[in-house]
């Protein structure tokens, strides 16, 4: 770990679980802070805002600023900026869409270049997917933020992005643009907003698919800790290695 100047760290699982903080994350972060390490904290997820994703770690006691957080409609930004598509056409819920108006992005009836996607929940309707269609057909590039099939919500399982990123797939006959975990545009954008190269960076994640194995195929060094999601017959059946294991998040200071 000599060589490595950096960490992107996931949220859910490593630094807290459900609301509670993870023993011990406080006073690592605190370390890696004294140590002088960069570090960006990175979520998939595609309903929150990064506003609201800092307000929610206050309260479990991490006081964070909001650029310290790299997640799908950051990342989405960055290469919306880099391949010039604006204006753009969102289907993204009324938080998320904060991101995209700080970053001077909006969406306009006429001229639409992309269409993004994430998981906006009651915003998705038939006549917001067929205009969204619509404008796919016209020519606008499909970006999704994630291809999540489903994810656990409070009251049971419900839809995430994924298949409705695939009908549109299906009914124009194009290939989304994905961006979140574990793309490799994820990755290098968040490297860059460090300004660091792939081998100066660890990730650490409770997701052998989409931390370690996208940290892997990034070309960075990748630390699985066995809370959260991690189970060990998924990280068995994988095939996918880990540079390091580590116990939880607390567990770092060991590899330092």
Same mark, same amino acid.
């Given at each position: 770990?000599? @060589?490595?100047?950096?960490? /992107?760290?996931?949220?859910?699982?490593?630094l807290?679980?459900?609301?509670?903080? !993870?023993?011990?994350?406080?006073?690592? /972060?605190?370390?890696?802070?004294?140590?002088?390490? =960069?570090?960006?904290? !990175?979520?998939?997820?595609?309903?929150?805002?990064r506003?609201t994703?800092?307000?929610?770690?206050?309260?479990?006691g991490?006081?964070? =600023?909001?650029?310290?957080?790299?997640?799908?409609?950051?990342?989405?930004?960055?290469?919306?900026?880099?391949?010039?598509?604006?204006?753009?056409?969102?289907?993204?819920?009324?938080?998320?869409?904060?991101?995209?108006?700080?970053?001077?992005?909006?969406?306009?009836?006429?001229?639409?270049?992309?269409? !993004?996607?994430?998981?906006?929940?009651?915003r998705?309707?038939?006549?917001? /997917?067929?205009?969204?269609?619509?404008?796919?057909?016209?020519?606008?590039?499909?970006?999704?933020?994630?291809?999540?099939?489903?994810w656990?919500?409070?009251?049971?399982?419900?839809?995430?992005?994924?298949?409705? !990123?695939?009908?549109?797939?299906?009914?124009?006959?194009?290939?989304?643009?994905?961006?979140?975990?574990?793309?490799?545009?994820?990755?290098?954008?968040?490297?860059?907003?460090?300004?660091? =190269?792939?081998?100066?960076?660890?990730?650490?994640?409770?997701?052998?698919?989409? @931390?370690?194995?996208?940290?892997?195929?990034?070309?960075?060094?990748?630390?699985?800790?066995?809370?959260?999601?991690?189970?060990?017959?998924?990280?068995?059946?994988?095939?996918?290695?880990?540079?390091?294991?580590?116990?939880?998040?607390?567990?770092?200071?060991?590899? /330092?």
């Open positions: 770990m000599k @060589d490595v100047k950096g960490f /992107l760290i996931d949220l859910d699982g490593v807290y679980i459900g609301d509670a903080p !993870v023993q011990g994350a406080h006073e690592t /972060l605190e370390l890696l802070r004294k140590k002088h390490y =960069q570090f960006r904290f !990175v979520s998939n997820t595609t309903r929150k805002s506003r994703i800092v307000e929610r770690m206050a309260k479990m991490f006081l964070i =600023q909001e650029e310290d957080i790299f997640s799908p409609p950051i990342a989405a930004r960055e290469y919306m900026k880099n391949t010039r598509k604006k204006p753009c056409c969102l289907l993204v819920t009324k938080d998320v869409e904060r991101d995209f108006e700080a970053g001077g992005t909006f969406s306009d009836r006429h001229g639409i270049e992309c269409v !993004v996607i994430g998981d906006a929940g009651d998705i309707t038939y006549e917001s /997917l067929n205009a969204a269609f619509r404008h796919l057909m016209n020519g606008a590039e499909l970006i999704a933020l994630e291809k999540d099939r489903y656990m919500s409070p009251d049971g399982l419900s839809l995430s992005a994924g298949p409705f !990123v695939s009908a549109l797939e299906f009914a124009t006959g194009k290939s989304a643009t994905v961006i979140g975990k574990p793309s490799k545009t994820f990755f290098d954008a968040a490297l860059k907003d460090m300004h660091l =190269q792939p081998d100066q960076v660890a990730m650490i994640g409770d997701d052998i698919i989409t @931390d370690i194995g996208g940290a892997n195929d990034a070309g960075m060094k990748s630390i699985l800790v066995r809370t959260g999601k991690y189970r060990k017959d998924t990280l068995n059946n994988s095939g996918i290695k880990p540079s390091y294991i580590i116990e939880s998040f607390a567990h770092l200071v060991e590899l /330092l």
